[in-house]
């Protein structure tokens, strides 16, 4: 029996060794109980976290501004207009200056007409410099004495055979001016198209006068010959019944000067010249006889040339 409980009994050595790792094991415990307690504390002290998505910011060219920057609007957002009235939102630009500027003399005559100026149907031209409406272009004689300062517009209605000179309206009196004085001047692609008058006054024919209005008259106080320049034109256009136009001398028409007026134009007649078939004498007057059964508003011009014997003129 005492062999028996000897032999159950652990030896010296075992329970050396098993003291031992009950030490460790136990050790290992407090350590192990210590941390887990600290764990489970704190975890059980602290909130579960959400986890915050990150936003991924693409890179641009435009720098961000900083926060006291001042934005500006956008290109396509209209700007409110100024509260000050008086600032112009756009600038008129000024006329372009002349080349040469003309000064416009101070004791400048009254137009021809009071009338306000009619628009016609004919070509427009600058006058570059300031001039007058010649009686001839070969003569230095104004219809009437007004200058025409530069700037202006005249309506061209044609040229002379040499080019020299422009057969213009201006207001409602009509004359010649120099192409020089006109944005005409070298520019043969606006000369060109021009009608050409022909039979424009030579330099021996002198002019005496010019009239406006049908009932003009002239009275000769010298024998001479005589030849009439007229223009007659309309405000509107259109029809114009059958007319006519003569001379008169002392009330008497002569026959031999009668026009027929067969343009329906705005211009009836354009720079006709008149004649009669002899001599005026001393102490005649010379008029105008109309012939229409329209009762429009006509605007007339005529200038009256003596045309001495040695002077050759062609004209019908």
Same mark, same amino acid.
């Given at each position: 029996m005492r062999d028996i409980k000897r032999s159950f009994? *652990?030896?010296?050595?075992?329970?050396? @060794? %098993?003291?031992?790792?009950?030490?460790?094991?136990?050790? $290992?415990?407090?350590?192990? &109980?210590? +941390? &887990? $307690?600290?764990?489970?504390?704190?975890?059980? %002290? @602290? *909130?579960?976290?959400?986890? #915050?998505p990150v936003t991924t910011t693409m890179p641009t060219d435009t720098p961000v501004p900083p926060a006291d920057t001042v934005v500006t609007q956008p290109v396509d957002t209209p700007m409110p207009l100024p509260t000050d009235t008086s600032v112009p939102v756009a600038d008129t630009p000024p006329p372009p200056p002349t080349d040469t500027p003309v000064p416009v003399p101070t004791d400048t005559p009254a137009p021809v007409a009071t009338v306000a100026p009619l628009f016609y149907n004919l070509p427009p031209a600058t006058l570059t410099s300031a001039t007058g409406l010649y009686a001839s272009p070969n003569r230095a004689e104004l219809i009437v004495p007004a200058t025409i300062p530069a700037g202006e517009t005249v309506y061209v209605m044609g040229r002379n055979g040499t080019g020299s000179h422009l057969r213009v309206v201006w207001s409602t009196g009509v004359g010649w001016v120099p192409v020089s004085f006109t944005n005409y001047n070298g520019r043969q692609d606006l000369?060109? !198209?021009?009608?050409?008058?022909?039979?424009? !006054? !030579?330099?021996?024919?002198v002019p005496i006068t010019t009239q406006f209005g049908l009932s003009s008259t002239w009275t000769s106080d010298i024998?001479?010959?005589? $030849? #009439? #320049? #007229? +223009?007659?034109? @309309? %405000? @509107?256009?259109?029809?114009?019944?059958a007319s006519s136009l003569s001379l008169t001398v002392n009330g008497v028409e002569v026959e031999e000067s009668r026009r027929e007026i067969v343009e329906k134009g705005q211009f009836s007649l354009k720079d006709v010249v008149f004649t009669v078939p002899q001599d005026v004498q001393p102490g005649d007057t010379v008029g105008y006889r109309l012939e229409t059964s329209s009762d429009e508003p006509l605007t007339f011009m005529a200038t009256i040339f003596s045309v001495p014997q040695n002077c050759q003129w062609e004209i019908d």
């Open positions: 009994l *652990p030896s010296p050595a075992v329970t050396r @060794r %098993s003291t031992h790792g009950l030490l460790l094991v136990f050790l $290992a415990f407090v350590l192990l &109980g210590c +941390d &887990g $307690a600290t764990v489970v504390g704190e975890t059980q %002290s @602290r *909130p579960e976290e959400t986890p #915050v000369l060109k !198209p021009l009608p050409i008058f022909t039979r424009e !006054p !030579p330099a021996c024919a024998k001479q010959r005589i $030849a #009439v #320049v #007229v +223009d007659l034109f @309309r %405000s @509107r256009y259109g029809e114009f019944p």
